[in-house]
C-alpha cells in the first residue's frame, strides 16, 4: 500500500504523499522512514518533515550528498515554493479575514501551546505565512499557506495568534471544539495539508501537488 504514496521516484530521492497521523520520524518501525527504508531496501531520511497530523507532500532521500543539495535548492525562495492548504475556524459569521495577506509575527522554533502560541519573545525568530482564502461557509474557512520560513508548526501558530486556529488542531486549538466537530463531522485529524511543492533541482524543474483531502470538502460543502 505504502509505494502507492509514491508520485515520483529518481536514483537518490523521491516525493511520496504521506497520510494524516504518520510520523515521518518519531515511531521507529512504524513511521514513514522506517516504512521506506524497508521498502527500498536502503537508510533512508526526510529532506524536510511535517507534523504526524499533517498529511501531503514529503520529500525523502537515500544519499547525504543528494539530501544537501536539495537543502539549498529548497532555501532559494526564488525557485522554490511551498503551499500548505487548511480549514481554519470561524467562516463567513466570525471576524473578517481578508481574502489575502502575510502573517510576519516573529515565532520560536519550538511546540508551545494554546495560551501563547507565539512563544517567549526572547525566543522568537522572523518568519513569513502568506496566506489567501480559497473557500468559506458560514463556520469555516479554507486557506491556502504560503511559507518563506520553516519555524515548527508556523501555519498552526500563526493562525491560531490571529483566532484562526486550524480545525482539529490539538496542541493550539480547543479541544472542547475539537470534540463537536468529530461528533458533527466524524473528523479527528487536524485539517493541515502539503499541497503543492514547486522547486527547480539539477537543471530541472518540478511541480507536484497532493489531492485536496475529503475531510476538507466536507466541512467546505
Known amino acids: 500500500m505504502a509505494r502507492e504514496w509514491i508520485l515520483q521516484q529518481q536514483e537518490t530521492w523521491l516525493v511520496v504523499d504521506k497520510p ?39 520529500l525523502l532521500s537515500t544519499s547525504s550528498e543528494t539530501t544537501s543539495r536539495w537543502h539549498l535548492a529548497l532555501n532559494d525562495l526564488k525557485s522554490c515554493t511551498k503551499e500548505y492548504l487548511c480549514v481554519v475556524r470561524g467562516g463567513s459569521k466570525a471576524k473578517p479575514l481578508p481574502q489575502k495577506g502575510t502573517w510576519s509575527d516573529a515565532l520560536t522554533d519550538k511546540a508551545e501551546g494554546r495560551q501563547n502560541p507565539l512563544g517567549k519573545s526572547p525566543n522568537r525568530k522572523t518568519c513569513t505565512t502568506h496566506y489567501e482564502i480559497l473557500a468559506q461557509n458560514q463556520y469555516f474557512t479554507e486557506l491556502s499557506c504560503v511559507i518563506e520560513t520553516g519555524r515548527q508548526h508556523q501555519i498552526r501558530k500563526h493562525a491560531a495568534h490571529h483566532r484562526r486556529p486550524l480545525v482539529g ?29 514547486r522547486c527547480q533541482f539539477d537543471g530541472h524543474s518540478f511541480d507536484w501537488t497532493s489531492p485536496r483531502p475529503e475531510e476538507f470538502k466536507r466541512l467546505l460543502s
Open 20 to 58: 494524516a497521523g504518520l510520523s515521518v520520524h518519531n515511531e521507529l518501525g512504524k513511521d514513514l522512514i522506517s516504512i521506506f527504508t524497508q521498502i527500498l531496501k536502503t537508510p533512508v531520511a526526510p529532506v524536510f518533515r511535517i507534523d504526524q497530523e499533517t498529511s501531503g507532500l514529503v
Open 169 to 197: 488542531d490539538s496542541r493550539y486549538g480547543d479541544k472542547k471544539y475539537n470534540s463537536m466537530i468529530f461528533e458533527q463531522y466524524q473528523i479527528a485529524r487536524m485539517c493541515l495539508h502539503a499541497y503543492r511543492l
